[in-house]
């Protein structure tokens, strides 16, 4: 069983910088494929970022390309997410999954086994 815990929400300025952190207990992280999702107000979750066991693979959906930035520190079992000039439509819930299942898990949430109660992020215009 893992346990996942998101931080590093809040409300900023458009324009404006955050970045999420992901802390895993429970089993080694380092065996966990892990992704950042998002969900809109009345919207199914959606994919952001995902990043493979070793962090030697990312993918991002197209409208974060450029901005955000996924990483990962196996040592310390995290996750982050940096998210850069930040836009009112970033404005969501963001969500940690990791699964140890695949060595990548892509986009498809069903792939991913553990979730985080997810931490809100909101951004002025």
């Known amino acids: 069983q893992v346990q996942l815990v998101e931080s590093g929400g809040g409300l900023v300025q458009a324009g404006g910088s955050l970045r999420l952190s992901c802390v895993a207990s429970?089993?080694?992280?380092?065996?966990?494929?892990t992704g950042w999702f998002r969900q809109h107000p009345g919207k199914e979750r959606e994919f952001v970022a995902g990043?493979?066991?070793?962090?030697?693979?990312?993918d991002y959906v197209d409208s974060v390309k450029g901005r955000f930035r996924i990483s990962r520190d196996n040592a310390k079992n995290t996750v982050y997410l940096q998210m850069n000039n930040l836009k009112p439509e970033d404005t969501a819930i963001y969500y940690c999954a990791g699964t140890g299942g695949y060595s990548y898990a892509g986009a498809t949430a069903d792939a991913y086994n553990y979730w985080g109660q997810g931490t809100q992020v909101t951004v002025s215009s």
């Open positions: 990043i493979s066991r070793s962090g030697g693979r990312t």
């Open positions: 429970g089993r080694t992280f380092g065996n966990y494929a």
